[in-house]
């Protein structure tokens, strides 16, 4: 139903010989509704941290997708198709997770988790991706348990040099978990404790990697800080200073909703967390995340 992972490692534009600060960005692109460009133009910049800007830049996409011949023309099992998510400017499918890595010249990491609707003439798939302007490495796909729609973690590591040449690695993991009401099953916060326990397990596992962590994306938890999921990977991942940034999504209506966070473990020299002022038309506000080494 969904096309293969998207992976390439290097990044086609000039790398800075050191790094000694690293901006992660974690947002919900609303599948073709963010201006991803003038997000990254304004973060490596340095628009949000007092005019300094960035050599390097890890971005951390929820809803991107992919439209083309990799995707399968037909689903198999259309009564579990979502449906599509489309915006005026994906129509022109500008905002293509591979269209956007080559134009700008980025790593990419791209798991599909679904199909983005059921069309056969322009077949789509959404999910997590990873772009950098450093090389990725150690690619993964954690598929989380299925509750209501299919969910895949991307994860990668990222490395460098200090300019006092220590070197460090930083592993990312992307995450967008489910909407279930699981009903049945313990209602929607049972359903979303047992995907972030199994990813929190996944990640920490006997084989975990050993340096310090990054965890973001969108965890879809109406309730913020009260819902269980995120006070496990609070436990799991403890590093992150607490969010106090406010509701991270807008509806209509009027409706907010904290539904993106930062955690990290591990041992990063510091790490300081912001919401950024504008949703870059999305209905999600990116989260900026500055990591010393």
Same mark, same amino acid.
């Given at each position: 139903?969904?096309?293969?992972?998207?992976?390439?490692?290097?990044?086609?534009?000039?790398?800075?010989?050191?790094?000694?600060?690293?901006?992660?960005?974690?947002?919900?692109?609303?599948?073709?509704?963010?201006?991803?460009?003038?997000?990254?133009?304004?973060?490596?910049?340095?628009?949000?941290?007092?005019?300094?800007?960035?050599?390097? &830049?890890? *971005?951390?996409?929820?809803?991107?997708?992919? $439209? @083309?011949?990799?995707?399968? +023309? /037909?689903?198999?099992?259309?009564? =579990?198709?979502?449906?599509?998510?489309?915006?005026?400017?994906?129509?022109?499918?500008?905002?293509?997770?591979?269209?956007?890595?080559?134009?700008?010249?980025?790593?990419?990491?791209?798991?599909?988790?679904?199909?983005?609707?059921?069309?056969?003439?322009?077949?789509?798939?959404?999910?997590?991706?990873?772009?950098?302007?450093?090389?990725?490495?150690?690619?993964?796909?954690?598929?989380?348990?299925?509750?209501?729609?299919?969910?895949?973690?991307?994860?990668?590591?990222?490395?460098?040099?200090?300019?006092?040449?220590?070197?460090?690695?930083?592993?990312?993991?992307? &995450?967008? *978990?489910?909407?279930?009401?699981?009903?049945? $099953? @313990?209602?929607?916060?049972? +359903? /979303?404790?047992?995907?972030?326990? =199994?990813?929190?397990?996944?990640?920490?596992?006997?084989?975990?990697?050993?340096?310090?962590?990054?965890?973001?994306?969108?965890?879809?938890?109406?309730?913020?800080?009260?819902?269980?999921?995120?006070?496990?990977?609070?436990?799991?991942?403890?590093?992150?200073?607490?969010?106090?940034?406010?509701?991270?999504?807008?509806?209509?209506?009027?409706?907010?909703?904290?539904?993106?966070?930062?955690?990290?473990?591990?041992?990063?020299?510091?790490?300081?967390?912001?919401?950024?002022?504008?949703?870059?038309?999305?209905?999600?506000?990116?989260?900026?995340?500055?990591?010393?080494?």
């Amino acid at each position: 139903m969904v096309g293969p992972v998207v992976y390439e490692r290097e990044p086609s534009r000039p790398q800075a010989p050191a790094i000694d600060r690293l901006a992660v960005v974690s947002w919900n692109t609303h599948v073709g509704g963010g201006d991803l460009a003038a997000l990254a133009d304004a973060v490596q910049r340095g628009d949000f941290t007092h005019g300094e800007p960035f050599a390097a &830049v890890v *971005l951390l996409l929820q809803e991107m997708y992919r $439209h @083309g011949a990799d995707v399968p +023309a /037909r689903a198999t099992i259309l009564s =579990a198709v979502p449906s599509r998510i489309i915006d005026v400017l994906h129509a022109q499918h500008t905002h293509d997770v591979r269209r956007v890595a080559s134009e700008r010249g980025l790593a990419v990491l791209y798991a599909p988790s679904m199909r983005n609707g059921a069309a056969v003439d322009d077949p789509e798939d959404r999910g997590n991706a990873i772009l950098s302007t450093l090389p990725l490495s150690d690619p993964t796909a954690i598929e989380l348990l299925l509750e209501r729609q299919r969910r895949v973690a991307a994860v990668a590591v990222v490395s460098g040099r200090t300019t006092a040449g220590v070197a460090w690695r930083l592993r990312l993991v992307n &995450v967008h *978990l489910d909407t279930a009401l699981a009903l049945l $099953h @313990g209602g929607p916060l049972t +359903a /979303r404790r047992r995907q972030a326990d =199994a990813l929190a397990a996944a990640l920490t596992g006997s084989s975990a990697f050993d340096g310090p962590t990054i965890v973001a994306g969108d965890f879809n938890t109406w309730l913020g800080d009260r819902e269980p999921a995120i006070r496990a990977l609070r436990a799991a991942f403890p590093d992150a200073p607490a969010p106090r940034y406010g509701a991270t999504w807008r509806g209509p209506f009027g409706l907010r909703a904290t539904l993106d966070y930062v955690f990290a473990g591990g041992h990063a020299r510091s790490i300081a967390v912001q919401r950024l002022p504008s949703r870059f038309g999305s209905d999600h506000y990116p989260l900026l995340s500055v990591i010393t080494f």
